[in-house]
């Protein structure tokens, strides 16, 4: 099973401020994406990254897969309180989209 | 959720019951799995399903076991419920043309006491 480590696991920060989330493997992985998760609800998938080095933007977050398709980052600026919530990363090796390996999450908390 | 309704979304029994959740879909995907999330474990696969009578065994099957008699139907089975089976279990579907995208269910609370 590859592993996929994120962090900070847990990161607390005032509204306005910027962050960013890493989520690093040793395995290539054909594609990344990226969840955001509530209380009580089931992940959400925020995007999928497919390309070495590719950077893409989603409003105030703007995601990066590495050049050797081995790890990832989320950076959000100017955070807002719902911005809150568990973010989790997933690898994927092939088109199974199931048998992806996911990082454990980073629990992010905006105060306003 | 789009399309996806878990049952019972919460549920506290005892050590040694039997446990069925179930999982509906209305999106005609062909792939569904299990998971299970803890803290400090993120989400694991517990059986995933290809199709109809069509399932498989993911990375935490141990004391699992599944069920798919329909295309929008998959049923998790703990045929004797243990404490350290306390999670919240979450369903997901994704298809085949779908780039890894997986939709998941609202998920479903278990307590084993």
């Known amino acids: 099973t590859q592993l996929l480590e994120q962090s900070p696991q847990f990161l607390s920060i005032q509204e306005g401020e910027n962050l960013t989330v890493y989520c690093n493997s040793s395995?290539?992985?054909?594609?990344l994406q990226w969840y955001r998760q509530e209380p009580g609800e089931g992940p959400v998938l925020l995007v999928t990254?497919?390309?070495?080095?590719e950077v893409k933007k989603l409003k105030r977050l703007t995601f990066q897969f590495g050049d050797a398709r081995k790890d990832s980052s989320l950076h959000i600026t100017a955070a807002q309180p719902g911005d809150t919530g568990l973010y989790l990363c997933?690898?994927?090796?092939?088109?199974?989209?199931?048998?992806?390996?996911f990082g454990d999450g980073t629990t992010l908390t905006v105060k306003p | 959720d789009a399309g996806i309704t878990q049952s019972p979304r919460h549920k506290v029994t005892e050590t040694g019951t039997p446990v069925t959740l179930r999982c509906h879909q209305t999106e005609n995907h062909r792939y569904m799995y299990w998971y299970r999330q803890d803290p400090g474990h993120g989400l694991r696969l517990i059986h995933y399903s290809y199709g109809v009578k069509d399932t498989d065994k993911g990375e935490v099957s141990d004391g699992y076991s599944v069920s798919r008699s329909k295309t929008e139907d998959f049923l998790l089975t703990l045929e004797s419920a243990t404490s350290s089976q306390t999670s919240v279990y979450f369903c997901?579907?994704?298809?085949?043309?779908?780039?890894?995208?997986?939709?998941f269910g609202a998920g479903s609370r278990l307590t084993v006491l």
């Open positions: 997901a579907i994704s298809d085949p043309v779908g780039a890894n995208v997986l939709t």
């Open positions: 395995s290539v992985f054909s594609s």
């Open positions: 997933a690898g994927a090796r092939n088109t199974n989209a199931g048998k992806s390996t």
């Open positions: 990254v497919v390309t070495g080095g």
